[in-house]
């Protein structure tokens, strides 16, 4: 059974950077598609950015041109490198999969992933 594993949260100030990662228990080759949510409280799941089998990768608009997300299938492992953080940006992040192709329109939505992590806190403050 795969298990993912998040790890690299933390909190730091606005401006600040992380790097999140995330451990397949299996070979990531084995997801089709993997991708970043998060979530804060009081607030749904929210897509921020995932990557397909290919290569491709797709953001959330609030996320584009400050977060990345990679993934090395040597390493089992999934990224996400997240610069010019914001207070905004607080929330649990959790890493998902599927093992299906899913479409490009798709894939920030929390519905078509059957993998999930526990998640990591990501805290900003001002």
């Known amino acids: 059974q795969v298990q993912l594993a998040e790890s690299g949260g933390g909190s730091v100030q606005t401006g600040g950077s992380l790097r999140l990662s995330c451990h397949v228990s299996a070979y990531t080759s084995n997801t089709a598609c993997m991708a970043w949510f998060r979530q804060a409280p009081g607030e749904e799941r929210e897509g921020v950015a995932a990557v397909r089998f290919d290569g491709s990768t797709t953001y959330a608009d609030s996320v584009e041109d400050r977060f990345t997300i990679s993934k090395d299938d040597a390493k089992n492992t999934l990224y996400l490198q997240m610069s010019s953080l914001k207070p905004e940006d607080t929330a649990m992040y959790y890493c998902?999969?599927?093992?299906?192709?899913?479409?490009?329109?798709?894939?920030?939505?929390?519905?078509?992933?059957?993998?999930w992590g526990q998640g990591t806190q990501v805290t900003v403050s001002p």
């Open positions: 998902a999969g599927a093992r299906v192709v899913i479409s490009q329109s798709y894939l920030l939505d929390a519905d078509v992933y059957s993998l």
